[in-house]
């Protein structure tokens, strides 16, 4: 067996890869209405909300972040999936304003594999831990048909330095940190359809560590922030405005890859984006854009940009500093008194 073929997973026989394997979020919420409730006056966010991850009030000062994210590959490089899912992973703790302290392999792999290959997965994910600046604690692993890799991620934020994404204020902006459209360009992909520079650019940003554009919203008046992922733009931004505002976008500032409109255009799409569709129809009406922007904004993102609101008179300056290291950021709207529309594009 040769060096490139052992540092490959057979990822077609994977069922869903990435983010877009995430379970439906009506389906989900229906599940989660039936657990019984717990209390605890130093848990200040739980799962009775749709927030990123946990947190737990540990003193006067701090509190600890606790969220976990894993999936199957959506690539066939074992070290380029290990890296995409510890960044996913560790996006959670960036939008809630935290700093990721420590992280736990979660590992399922078959047990007719070479286990090279979980040792080239693992490796990607320790990059990633060690460039959050945290530690590899531990893990977990067993056999399961498919490969699958995360990490359970803890971190540590200031108590009045918690940000939710649930609490958009009227008037802020809202900024989005990197392009949609990976879950357009790596179905493609799975299909042999994909150019290697469309691949390489979907790569490139999932493998970029949310820490960066997260580390400058430090100062700054920022009201809400999410990380987009399965649910798509869409969905996600439904989460943020619960019942309470109404955001007004601008479709044509949304930042994309191009590669992934044509790909729309030709109609190679994911199961995920439609299940999202399906989520949101009589929710947030799309329609009207053009299909590609329909199927983008709908897109099921692995790892991807966080999407922060922030005060008006502040939003360029901050825009200006995310651009420094994530050019492709851009103000996509604001936040709006509530409408009879939660999402108006």
């Known amino acids: 067996m040769g060096q490139e073929k052992l540092m490959n997973l057979p ?6 890869g990435g983010c877009g394997a995430k379970i ?13 409730p717990f209390y605890d006056e130093k848990l200040l966010v739980g799962y009775d909300s749709a927030d990123d991850g946990a947190v737990y009030k540990i003193d006067g000062e701090k509190s600890i972040i606790t969220t976990v994210d894993f999936f199957s590959p959506m690539i066939d490089d074992c070290r380029t999936f290990g ?64 490969p699958k ?60 560590l949310n820490r960066y554009a997260a580390e400058k919203m430090t100062g700054f008046d920022v009201s809400a922030c ?38 729309a255009e030709e109609f190679l799409l994911t199961a995920a984006g439609q299940r999202n569709r399906n989520h949101m129809a009589g929710k947030v009406e799309v329609g009207h854009l053009p299909f590609p922007m329909q199927e983008l904004v709908l897109d099921p993102q692995t790892s991807g940009g966080l999407l922060i609101c922030v005060a008006k008179d502040q939003a360029k300056e901050l825009l200006t500093s995310i651009q420094r290291d994530d050019p492709l950021a851009k103000i996509i709207g604001e936040v709006a008194k ?8």
């Open 226 to 263: 999410t990380d987009i992922t399965g649910f798509g733009l869409m969905g996600h931004m439904l989460e943020m405005t619960a019942g309470r505002v109404s955001f007004r976008i601008d479709y044509g500032e949304i930042p994309y890859f191009i590669e992934a409109y044509h790909y």
């Open 83 to 146: 890296r995409i899912a510890a960044t996913n992973a560790l996006s959670d703790v960036y939008a809630m304003g935290g700093k990721p302290i420590t992280a736990l392999n979660l590992v399922c792999f078959p047990e007719a594999f070479d286990m090279a290959l979980l040792g080239e997965i693992m490796l990607g994910g320790a990059e990633k831990v060690a460039e959050a600046g945290a530690v590899l604690a531990g893990g977990h692993s067993i056999y399961d048909r498919e």
């Open 24 to 36: 439906d979020p009506g389906e989900l919420s229906l599940i989660l209405r039936e657990m019984p």
């Open 149 to 208: 890799y995360g990490l359970a991620v803890t971190g540590i934020v200031q108590n009045n330095k918690i940000i939710r994404n649930n609490t958009p204020e009227t008037g802020h902006k809202l900024i989005l940190t990197k392009p949609l459209g990976v879950g357009l360009i790596m179905a493609a992909y799975k299909g042999g359809a994909a150019s290697g520079e469309a691949v390489e650019k979907a790569v490139r940003s999932m493998e970029r």
């Open 11 to 16: 990822f077609n026989d994977c069922t869903s």
């Open 338 to 345: 509530r409408e009879k529309d939660a999402i108006i594009l």
